[in-house]
């Protein structure tokens, strides 16, 4: 394999920043995401936020990681990080999201 290890990671430092907060919901929006989803990470607990936008994203950009590895096209790690950080905030801040099956299924 061309890029070493095919995996996609957010960076510890990055992610800390969101660990123990919440974006601003709406009136119903943090039950509707809990209900909704969130997946089960442990015995009655389910993500929160941050997690659920880490899995999302470091999926998506593992799926293009391993596409650049597959047809043999360039890939910068550093580049990739900003986008995914970029892309989280973004999320984030709710100026987007993916359909919600992305949400749960990413």
Not at 36 to 49: C, D, L, P, Q, S
Not at 68 to 85: G, H, T, V
Request: proline share 5%.
């Amino acid at each position: 394999m061309k890029h070493g290890d095919i995996e996609f990671k957010l960076s510890d430092i990055f992610i800390n920043k969101f660990k123990n907060k919440q974006p601003k919901w709406g009136p119903l929006g943090y039950f509707t995401f809990k209900r909704t989803y969130a997946r089960t990470i442990g015995k009655n607990k389910t993500e929160e936020f941050w997690q659920t936008l880490q899995r999302v994203i470091e999926g998506c950009f593992l799926i293009q990681k391993k596409h650049c590895d597959q047809f043999s096209l360039p890939w910068d790690n550093r580049k990739a990080q900003s986008s995914a950080q970029e892309m989280f905030t973004r999320m984030w801040q709710f100026k987007f999201l993916p359909p919600g099956r992305g949400l749960w299924s990413m």
